[in-house]
């Protein structure tokens, strides 16, 4: 099988304009999606690769390089040449929804969530909503800070991580900053004390299995949050809740498919859910030292879901800033 990787901000998402700051984290992604993918017996990597960045090599890899002048041609061709095609990409602006679109138009197979319930992961309050009528915990998000009390959080409805997340003491700020900025489509949720914790889920068809739980060092700097790098497997599921929260979340948005990412904060009350990444998040760099298995694997075997081996529970990686997102 030949699989087209495409990584949006390494693979010529920015041709034509300066790499952003956080190129290393889409090398690190990339870099993990290629050497799981590689090592299967029979599998191919076909690669777009920005022509600024240095080229990479190995066995079962082709890598095109690509400029601002020839991306959208290769990569159209890339999709035409490969059997399946496995995206990363910011779902702000709905580009991973325009991409996954673009797949299933070229008649390549998707590995990876559909391109509605990416639409719908791409909005946090479309999101908060479809989980609560579930009877799933959301943190509560609201569009206008006027609904808010006590420290307030505010980010863009479709933003990513800890981009553009602002924290105010009250919701006074919050709601003079609504007033600065009328036109910005963003969220306001109460800053809800406890961990921040991240869950790797391999999902298919409104089924899920719990990959891993993550801890996020997520640090504020003044008025700013921070991420700093996740501990991929910190955390146990002793009790089962975080698996359960899996399985209810995927029979909430079914069109959850191969890896996904959710970002949670656990409360006194348990996990509230922030948001679903409908893709490969940087945990995924951690997982197959931390399970023993290789996680791509398992989204090439879908729908089968085998059981994790009886060590994956046991070996917390450390991911560091160099490799966040």
Request: aromatic share 6%; net charge negative.
């Amino acid at each position: 099988m030949k699989i087209f990787v495409f990584e949006f901000v390494t693979g010529g998402g920015y041709a034509g304009q300066s790499l952003p700051a956080f190129t290393a984290d889409g090398e690190c992604m990339w870099r993990a999606l290629v050497d799981d993918l590689t090592a299967i017996p029979g599998t191919e990597v076909l690669t777009l690769r920005d022509a600024r960045l240095a080229l990479v090599r190995g066995p079962g890899l082709t890598v095109v390089p690509t400029n601002a002048g020839g991306f959208h041609a290769d990569f159209a061709r890339c999709l035409k040449a490969a059997d399946a095609a496995w995206i990363v990409a910011p779902e702000s602006g709905g580009l991973l929804e325009s991409l996954n679109r673009q797949v299933l138009a070229a008649g390549t197979h998707l590995l990876g969530c559909r391109p509605e319930t990416v639409h719908l992961a791409g909005s946090k309050i479309a999101t908060a909503v479809c989980l609560a009528k579930a009877g799933i915990p959301p943190v509560p998000t609201f569009a206008s800070a006027d609904l808010v009390a006590g420290p307030v959080v505010v980010k863009p409805d479709d933003g990513a991580g800890c981009e553009d997340t602002l924290w105010f003491a009250d919701a006074s700020g919050a709601r003079a900053w609504q007033r600065m900025h009328p036109h910005a489509t963003c969220v306001f949720q109460p800053h809800v004390a406890g961990p921040a914790l991240s869950l790797s889920l391999l999902c298919c068809d409104g089924r899920a299995q719990l990959l891993s739980v993550n801890r996020q060092q997520v640090a504020r700097e003044d008025d700013r949050f921070v991420f700093r790098g996740v501990d991929v497997n910190a955390i146990g599921d002793t009790d089962g809740r975080y698996a359960a929260l899996a399985t209810r979340i995927a029979e909430a948005m079914p069109g959850l498919w191969g890896y996904v990412g959710v970002d949670l904060i656990d409360g006194v009350l348990g996990p509230l859910v922030l948001e679903i990444n409908p893709r490969v998040t940087v945990s995924y760099a951690g997982l197959r030292e931390a399970l023993g298995d290789n996680p791509a694997a398992r989204v090439l075997a879908l729908p089968e879901m085998h059981p994790l081996p009886r060590t994956s529970r046991n070996t917390p990686v450390e991911t560091a800033h160099a490799c966040v997102g």
